[in-house]
């Protein structure tokens, strides 16, 4: 797991990506053409009589993940299987046909007008979804997550797998850094900590034989608040 550290490394350290060296028209051409498919569903919104509204919901409700549309899918989903239901030759009698007719306008307009009120919200929700930067960032949080949770509930097997220790060769360090174990070169990983402070952090904690949380860590070496606040999320302090 060393080898993710180093990613995690160079996510936070270097954010351009390859495509720094494209040309901008480059560049603006495949911007459009994300934009373009973040508004494709509202094609099916123009259907006729809201055959396929429930389907542009569907599509907005899974990708945003939203299920309030995904619910809104079954009702234009219901209106349109009722339309389609009344408005059948086996329904010769116009008040049939008429109530067919209001339920196909009210899915074709009302889902329309209502696709096209939050279209600007589920086009953002759908590109911040697929965004592989933010991806990669949630998947982060969730390792450091899961990490937190496996000290906390099964601190054995947590050291025995190298939660917290980025430093060990093929150690699972869930993103973590133990700030009671971690060498200096570990504890640089922290936001915020270069050189200087990671000796200061070893020097106290053989001193004081650890630390006992980032408030502890902060009171002792009296760092300001901000940079505490920084390395709450991904610092541990695992007991011996």
Request: net charge positive.
């Amino acid at each position: 797991m060393v080898a993710h550290s180093f990613c995690y490394r160079r996510v936070v350290t270097w954010p351009p990506d390859a495509s720094w060296a494209e040309p901008e028209w480059v560049l603006a051409r495949r911007a459009r053409r994300r934009r373009l498919r973040a508004r494709a569903w509202m094609l099916l919104l123009a259907v006729p009589f809201g055959l396929t509204t429930w389907a542009a919901f569907v599509y907005i409700g899974i990708r945003a993940r939203r299920p309030q549309w995904l619910a809104f899918s079954a009702l234009y989903a219901a209106l349109v299987a009722a339309y389609l239901v009344l408005d059948t030759p086996a329904h010769v009698g116009g008040t049939a046909k008429g109530v067919a007719a209001v339920l196909g306008i009210l899915a074709w307009l009302g889902g329309g007008v209502h696709g096209l009120a939050i279209s600007g919200d589920a086009v953002r929700r759908i590109q911040a979804s697929s965004d592989p930067a933010l991806d990669a960032g949630r998947t982060r949080i969730e390792r450091r997550t899961q990490g937190r949770h496996l000290l906390a509930r099964q601190p054995a097997l947590a050291r025995e797998i190298g939660v917290g220790r980025p430093d060990i060769p093929a150690a699972d360090d869930f993103g973590l850094v133990d700030v009671n174990h971690a060498p200096a070169s570990a504890l640089t990983r922290l936001p915020g900590v270069g050189d200087e402070l990671a000796r200061r952090i070893i020097e106290k904690r053989d001193q004081a034989g650890g630390f006992s949380s980032v408030e502890d860590l902060g009171l002792v070496l009296d760092l300001p608040p901000g940079l505490v606040d920084q390395m709450r999320d991904m610092a541990v302090f695992v007991p011996d």
